[in-house]
């Protein structure tokens, strides 16, 4: 877990085990540690101690070293050599993604009953830090349900008094858990800032945002759990009975409109650039006063310890600022074609004629017009342009004979066939295979990429904010739960709010539960949510069926729910040469399976939930092993 970013006084203060005494937190003697009774008479000394509560909350997709869980699930290629693994194995193991950090929550425990006993805080005060601990203490239980399914529910912290049987607890059931999360936001969201302007610490948005989503995924796992019944414990600890779906959508309906109707604050679609994917790529870098769509956040700072390296990890290699380091996060053609044309109609990117003979373009970006606003807003195209300099993205000439003429690096030259000039045949970013730091896909990535100069030196790198909950999502949630409680009309506007802002102007005046699982794939994309949804939708082992993958089963049923996602394919653009054809100088493109990817992603009904530990088991009687263990 991260530790920096944090006052002095907590160096020693917030590492205490699970089990430890009360008198042992917040008031140990080392003279650097402020005593309790002092700590929380003094609000400042408070939010310190909070602060480092805050950093160390959990998250599944972060930007500090968290890139390589963006390029897992077919979404996108890892072009670092040691990530190849990613795209080489057959699946995940029991143990993926698992969490159970005890020490964590009684941390957050002891902080309640400290705060709480205080008897100098002012009142307000004190009950902001009590909801935001609360608050905190809540997502990270649904961090955990979400991975493990039912956990001891602890809210008191234990103190061992020689009886380890009093501390061995049971596991609640799944249910439980949600339900304390939705219970503790409701409790407590009217002791937060109802601001859109506050972003790094908990608000009523951020309380109802976490509601929502949480009511959204307790209720589509009640709903679709019944199509894998191997997922379940009798106790109900895993699994979620059919008949509370209604109940939780219902509650996941009113969160997501307390935000929508403004009680939480002004939050609204993020509007502020005419050009619609720059004005998308903007959601994820733009600190300033005008973003209202980001609710909750991981923040960043330069010139301190709390930055991060995503954008030197994944800046075009031809723009490195530092040169070398680049390149990692390669967007695959699966998601790219995701992206509907502006006819609201799904469609592979056309290479080839219905007579199979390929299609030459004037320009690279040709192939991709007319698509969702959101494509070059999430993703770097062929002959895009990232801090103002285009990418050099091409694999080589393509002759009349149909044969490719290249080379592995833009640095290596080679004359054209009758020519005697040494040229470059191949662009300076990829694509190549097993080029590392170049593109292997023929896309870098866009979303969450710093603008601003010096982001990718490793002196200074990035502090563009991680977004853990946004005003997009909330409309995404509202409309499914409002769809999966029939009422339509109500679903489809607000599926089109966030459509129309990709540019999408012609509305839908159709729903489905395709609809619903596409949307929220191209939206959220490379945020964090795509195994989550797979696995609350039980459709995880049928979207990751551990097959392989045909350029067929690429360019067909996109859009449905269900279409087969186990390996990233690429896009690779050549240049047609051949004088004295019309078609000289123009753009071809194929599509391509990078030499690296030999692995098929398999998910097994023993990941939908993530494998309990021995040493917990071994320590705890009374926890149930998960299904499938």
Same mark, same amino acid.
């Given at each position: ?28 003697q080392p003279k650097q540690v402020i005593p309790t009774e002092? &700590? ?12 480092? %509560? ?8 972060? &930007? ?70 609360? +608050? ?6 649904? $961090? ?14 234990? $103190? ?68 894998? /019944? ?91 600022? $530092? ?5 990692? %996060?390669?967007?695959?053609l699966n998601i790219v074609e995701a992206f509907e044309k ?5 469609? /592979? ?125 909330? &409309? ?42 596409h949307e929220r794939r191209v939206e959220l994309v490379f ?26 089963? &690429? ?35 194929? $599509? ?10 398999? +998910? ?26």
């Amino acid at each position: 877990m991260k530790r920096a970013y944090k006052a002095i006084i907590l160096a020693a203060v917030l590492t205490t085990g699970a089990c430890r005494k009360d008198n042992e937190y917040l008031d140990v003697q080392p003279k650097q540690v402020i005593p309790t009774e002092t &700590l929380f008479s003094d609000p400042v000394l408070v939010l310190s101690a909070l602060a480092n %509560l805050y950093d160390r909350q959990l998250d599944f997709s972060s &930007l500090d070293n968290g890139w390589a869980s963006f390029v897992d699930f077919s979404e996108a290629f890892p072009s670092e050599n040691g990530s190849s693994g990613i795209v080489q194995r057959n699946g995940w193991g029991y143990g993926e993604w698992g969490t159970w950090d005890y020490t964590y929550i009684r941390e957050l425990n002891l902080f309640i009953q400290r705060a709480n006993a205080s008897t100098t805080l002012n009142a307000a005060d004190k009950a902001r830090f009590l909801a935001e601990a609360r +608050f905190l203490r809540a997502n990270y239980y649904f $961090e955990i349900v979400k991975r493990m399914g039912g956990v001891p529910l602890i809210t008191d912290p234990l $103190e061992f008094t020689g009886d380890v049987v009093s501390l061995q607890k049971p596991r609640a059931k799944e249910s439980d858990i949600y339900d304390f999360v939705i219970s503790e936001a409701e409790a407590i969201k009217d002791q937060l800032p109802a601001s859109s302007d506050e972003k790094a610490r908990a608000t009523k948005g951020a309380a109802l945002a976490m509601e929502a989503r949480a009511a959204l995924y307790a209720a589509s796992i009640a709903k679709y759990g019944v199509n894998t /019944p191997q997922v379940s414990l009798p106790g109900n600890e895993v699994g979620i009975p059919a008949n509370l779906a209604n109940g939780y959508y219902t509650k996941a309906l009113a969160a997501a409109q307390q935000i929508i109707n403004g009680s939480a604050g002004s939050y609204q679609l993020y509007k502020e650039i005419p050009n619609l994917s720059e004005n998308f790529a903007s959601i994820f870098y733009d600190k300033s006063g005008k973003n209202k769509e980001s609710i909750w956040v991981e923040d960043f700072k330069t010139g301190s310890t709390k930055v991060h390296s995503y954008t030197v990890n994944n800046q075009p290699y031809s723009s490195s600022e $530092e040169g070398g380091d680049a390149g990692r %996060l390669n967007p695959s053609l699966n998601i790219v074609e995701a992206f509907e044309k502006l006819d609201n109609t799904y469609a /592979p990117l056309a290479t080839t004629d219905a007579n199979g003979n390929p299609i030459y373009y004037t320009q690279q970006q040709d192939i991709f017009a007319g698509r969702d606003a959101r494509l070059e807003g999430t993703v770097i195209i062929p002959g895009g342009v990232f801090k103002s300099q285009a990418v050099d993205i091409w694999a080589g000439y393509q002759l009349a004979d149909g044969s490719i003429f290249s080379s592995s690096d833009a640095t290596a030259l080679r004359e054209l066939p009758g020519t005697t000039q040494n040229i470059q045949v191949i662009g300076r970013d990829g694509p190549a295979n097993g080029k590392e730091f170049r593109t292997q896909t023929g896309f870098y990535i866009r979303k969450y990429m710093d603008p601003a100069t010096g982001s990718g030196r490793r002196g200074r790198r990035s502090d563009v904010a991680f977004i853990r909950y946004r005003y997009a999502e909330v &409309l995404l949630n509202a409309a499914e739960a409002a769809f999966e409680l029939n009422q339509t009309s109500l679903a489809l506007g607000y599926l089109n709010q966030v459509r129309s802002r990709a540019g999408l102007t012609t509305p839908l005046t159709q729903i489905n539960f395709d609809r619903i699982v596409h949307e929220r794939r191209v939206e959220l994309v490379f945020e964090g949510h795509t195994l989550f949804d797979m696995k609350r939708w039980r459709l995880a082992h049928v979207v990751w069926d551990g097959n392989q993958m045909s350029v067929d089963d &690429l360019k067909s049923n996109i859009g449905l729910a269900t279409k087969r996602n186990t390996q990233p394919w690429g896009l690779w653009p050549y240049k047609y040469y051949n004088p004295g054809s019309p078609n000289n100088g123009k753009w071809i493109y194929k $599509e391509v399976k990078p030499n690296l990817v030999t692995g098929a992603n398999r +998910f097994q009904f023993g990941n939908y939930y993530s494998q309990i530990g021995n040493d917990i088991l071994s320590n705890n009687p009374k926890i149930v092993k998960q299904p499938n263990q």
